[in-house]
């Protein structure tokens, strides 16, 4: 009896008998009929009472057919099914056990019953004092200040993080330094200029590396200074002399080298304990 | 005509604690829990107590303190209904039908379709139970453990609002209707009463509305926060 | 205190009238003018008096009946607006430069803004300083003993909860950090990460904060020093 609903849908269409389908159309399936039945008859549900009623219903369900009207399936299905009880209930069949049919009858009416009481429910439900339409909840709500408290949040990794970052920018910054051995052949030049000319003799190159300001790398210094010294050559402002290949470079200005009152630099003595000269150093760098 | 204004018996009185209730309940539309209360006034044992206190206070008032959907609120005295003309909102007309089914779902909860109709001993319509949901009185619960897992349907707090109900033992003539056995099932099959029930844990034979049955929005209009 | 509870003096009162008037600027969702409440009560040449009446019922009470500017209305009593507010937690996370800052102190303190401008490399936004006292995970301990007398600062005991520390000196050193992987390369000679203390000893060239310098302690940018 769950599958039609024939009431809930669109209404069916019986123009040739408007007075039944107005009727008919306050029922919503067979039950209902057999409960307004209940009512207009004063059947008590409370016994078993289910033989008039099934009467009332047979009734019914003839009136319906002899105007024509077409009966959706669970209504016939229970007019057989009543037609078929009521004739257990008169006479019972020995053979078959009678109780049934008055266990089916209890249980139809207490289908009704429990349908009636909730027809019953439903309208005490809507006849209390409805939100809105019998008692009225506040009609300004008031709402309070929405206050925001703030809570911190960070993890000891965060904190530990933020700490190695900062630090490390320490670490990187040192390195860098380090990397910067950037004395340029202008620099060297400068000094070059300066320590040659205020100077009357030939002087060993590795010498003048050493003057070169500290802090520098002596390899890149010792470039430099090179550089400087052979750009300086070019032009003409001094003379480099080397005795020998690998002996250590000297460096004169150019017109005292050539003035034969000038000493000549000391004469190349390989160094015994091997530590690197200028020149061994040069071929190097 | 004094006697409006209620007063204490001779119980001790925290007249400041009432003053902090009644504000509380009085700004907000919505009924407040106990918890809810706790949660601003901080605990206090003696809170129903005072409940109890402010509800005498203004028992004879035009505005009443009730208890509704498992908490407090304040709702004007029902017999001055006639009054709020104005302030009352479009009834929604619901029909028979819904009606119906919106009763047999607050008493047989959970319940499913298949039993919904076959108490009506008609099927429910489609458009019924969306009704029925949209108002925000029914929603659904879970499935019930059986072929076809169908879903099962309850109330909701905003029901239990909706019709001044302080909570659904207190549905009208419920302590009759399981007294006349019309809350079982058919009477041959005898099984023991089961009564109706709103709250969020499922039946033994309920499941949880899977999110992957496509049935989203499952429990729309339920138990919306008491404060708003 | 049963008097806040409001009682009528020997005026006559008409109860029934008050109860009408109540629950309508109850339920109604605006302020309603005596032509409003005699729209819906009927003409009453008692009105004013009822309402004034009404007044006197809810003086000491959590709710008050006020007169606003267009009609009468409830309102929660203005000493009970506090427990109307609401407070929510907002979680928010300390930013890049805050954390760095914070770390510096921890680890560093006692430290002046200077110094974590030395070893930050970057100057430090006072927001941000404000935000860790905020927090209060960071406090100022005292005034460096120098030009300009800075405050230091140092890390409060609710510091160490918060990153559950049991002490200070707890924090990981330089060996745990390069472990950890947070420091990379090789440090220079010199790079030491110091043992942190957080007591309230002074050091030797820390000063308490004066009361008589009323900056009440604050970190107020004043006498930054000359950086080093």
């Known amino acids: ?285 | 005509m004094a006697e409006t204004i209620a007063l204490f018996s001779d119980e001790p009185v925290d007249g400041e604690a009432l003053r902090r209730i009644e504000a509380l309940l009085f700004a907000c539309e919505r009924p407040l829990t106990l918890v809810d209360l706790q949660a601003r006034l901080g605990e206090d044992e003696a809170l129903e107590q005072q409940l109890r206190q402010l509800q005498t206070v203004y028992a004879n008032r035009g505005i009443n303190l009730v208890e509704v959907a498992d908490g407090w609120a304040f709702r004007t005295a029902p017999d001055l209904a006639g009054l709020m003309a104005e302030t009352r909102e479009m009834e929604r007309k619901l029909s028979q039908a819904a009606m119906e089914t919106l009763a047999i779902i607050a008493y047989h909860q959970p319940v499913t379709r298949a039993e919904i109709e076959e108490i009506r001993g008609v099927a429910v319509a489609k458009g019924t139970l969306d009704i029925l949901l949209e108002t925000g009185w029914v929603r659904i619960r879970g499935r019930r453990r059986m072929p076809g897992r169908p879903v099962t349907f309850g109330t909701t707090r905003v029901f239990l609002e909706h019709f001044s109900l302080s909570a659904i033992a207190d549905l009208p003539g419920l302590d009759d209707l399981k007294g006349a056995g019309l809350l079982e099932g058919t009477p041959p099959s005898g099984f023991s009463v089961p009564l109706p029930r709103d709250d969020d844990a499922l039946d033994e034979d309920e499941d949880p509305v899977d999110d992957d049955d496509g049935h989203g929005g499952s429990d729309d209009g339920e138990a919306r926060p008491a404060e708003s």
């Open chain 1, 1 to 285: 009896m769950t599958t039609v609903d024939p009431f809930e849908d669109e209404p069916r269409q019986n123009p040739d008998d408007q007075a039944f389908r107005v009727d008919v159309e306050g029922y919503e399936g067979p039950l209902d009929v057999l409960l307004q039945l209940a009512r207009t008859e004063k059947i008590d549900l409370t016994r078993v009472a289910i033989l008039p009623l099934a009467e009332q219903y047979l009734a019914f369900i003839a009136r319906a057919k002899d105007l024509k009207i077409e009966l959706a399936a669970d209504f016939l299905v229970m007019a057989a099914w009543l037609a078929w009880l009521k004739s257990r209930l008169i006479a019972p069949d020995p053979s078959d056990e009678g109780a049934d049919a008055e266990m089916l009858a209890e249980d139809l009416a207490f289908r009704l019953r429990r349908l009636e009481s909730m027809r019953e429910a439903a309208q005490q439900l809507f006849s209390r004092p409805l939100l809105g339409q019998g008692v009225f909840a506040r009609g300004m709500p008031e709402r309070g200040t929405v206050e925001t408290t703030v809570s911190w949040r960070a993890s000891l990794y965060d904190l530990l993080n933020a700490y190695g970052s900062v630090r490390q920018q320490e670490i990187v910054r040192t390195m860098k330094m380090e990397k910067r051995p950037v004395f340029s052949i202008v620099d060297a030049r400068q000094v070059l200029e300066r320590i040659i000319g205020s100077s009357a003799q030939w002087l060993p190159l590795a010498a003048l590396v050493a003057a070169m300001p500290p802090g520098e790398s002596r390899r890149g210094a010792l470039a430099s200074t090179f550089g400087a010294s052979l750009e300086m050559a070019r032009e003409g402002s001094i003379r480099l002399r080397q005795s020998e290949p690998f002996a250590p470079l000297f460096v004169c200005r150019a017109d005292i080298a050539l003035d034969p009152n000038t000493p000549e630099p000391p004469p190349h003595t390989p160094p015994a304990n091997g530590a690197p000269d200028a020149g061994e150093t040069l071929h190097h760098g």
